[in-house]
C-alpha cells in the first residue's frame, strides 16, 4: 500500500519553464490537497478537491494549476515558473470531510532559479 | 484570514522531562485540530487529533483542548531525543475540508 505517491522529488527550474508535479494515491480517498512549505513557515493550501472534476483554489492559487480528471490523480501545474515558488510541495489527501487528518506524500523540493 | 498561531521556538527539554506544546487558533466555528510531527526534510505525519474540549490521551501524548479560549495543546510525557522535530498544530475550517496549519514549535530533547 504506496499511500500517497508524488513525483519528482526533486528539481531545478529556469525562470519562465513550466513542469507538472504529479501525484497518486491508492487509499480511495475523495479528498485531496496541495500545500507549499517554505522555511521557518507552516503549509499553506494552494489547491484543493473534492472528487472527481472539482477543484478550488485554497490560499495562495497564483501561479499554479489543477486538475482532477480521477479519483487517484491530482497533478500540479506550474506556468511561468519565478523564484517565488521555490518551496517544498505536498500532497496530501484525506476521507471525506479530513475528520482524520490527512496523509501526506513525501514532498517534492522546487528551486527556481 | 483564519489563523493557528504557534511559538516557534525552539522548546529545549530533557530527556524523560513533559514537554508542552501550545496553539491557538483564530476561527471559531473549527470545530477539530490536529498535531502532526515533522522530521527535518520529511513530511508530516498525523499524531493526533481533538474533537471535544478536555484531554485525548494516546500513549506518552495527551492533547487538549478549549475551545472557549481557542487553545489546543499538546503535552509529550518522558520526551525522548527521537521526539526532537517540529511540531505543527492544524485546524479545520468550518464549513470545509481544508486545514489551517500554524508554523510549527521546534522541540529539542536532549539526552
Not at chain 1, 484543493?48 to 482532477?68: F, H, L, M, Q
Not at chain 1, 506556468?79 to 482524520?100: I, N
Request: aromatic residues 12%.
Amino acid at each position: 500500500n504506496a499511500g500517497v505517491t508524488q513525483t519528482p522529488k526533486f528539481r531545478i527550474l529556469k525562470i519562465g519553464q513550466s513542469m507538472t508535479l504529479q501525484c497518486t494515491q491508492d487509499m480511495n480517498h475523495n479528498y485531496m490537497y496541495w500545500y507549499r512549505q517554505d522555511p521557518g513557515m507552516g503549509l499553506k493550501l494552494i489547491y484543493y478537491s473534492v472528487g472527481a472534476g472539482i477543484t478550488d483554489k485554497g490560499e495562495v492559487p497564483n501561479g499554479y494549476n489543477v486538475s482532477r480528471s480521477t479519483t487517484e490523480d491530482f497533478p500540479l501545474r506550474l506556468e511561468l515558473a519565478a523564484p517565488s515558488q521555490t518551496s517544498v510541495y505536498f500532497c496530501a489527501s484525506s476521507y471525506v470531510s479530513g475528520d482524520y487528518g490527512y496523509t501526506f506524500g513525501s514532498g517534492t523540493r522546487l528551486t527556481v532559479v | 484570514q483564519k489563523e493557528v498561531e504557534q511559538n516557534s521556538g525552539p522548546l529545549s527539554v530533557p530527556e524523560g522531562a513533559i514537554a508542552s506544546l501550545n496553539c491557538t487558533y483564530s476561527d471559531r466555528g473549527s470545530q477539530s485540530f490536529f498535531w502532526y510531527r515533522q522530521y527535518s526534510g520529511k513530511s508530516p505525519e498525523l499524531i493526533m487529533f481533538i474533537y471535544s474540549n478536555g484531554d485525548k490521551e494516546d500513549g506518552r501524548f495527551t492533547a487538549q483542548l478549549n475551545k472557549a479560549s481557542q487553545y489546543v495543546s499538546l503535552l509529550i510525557r518522558d520526551s525522548q531525543p527521537s521526539d526532537s522535530a517540529t511540531y505543527l498544530c492544524a485546524a479545520m475550517n468550518s464549513g470545509y475540508s481544508t486545514l489551517t496549519f500554524g508554523k510549527g514549535t521546534m522541540l529539542l530533547v536532549s539526552p
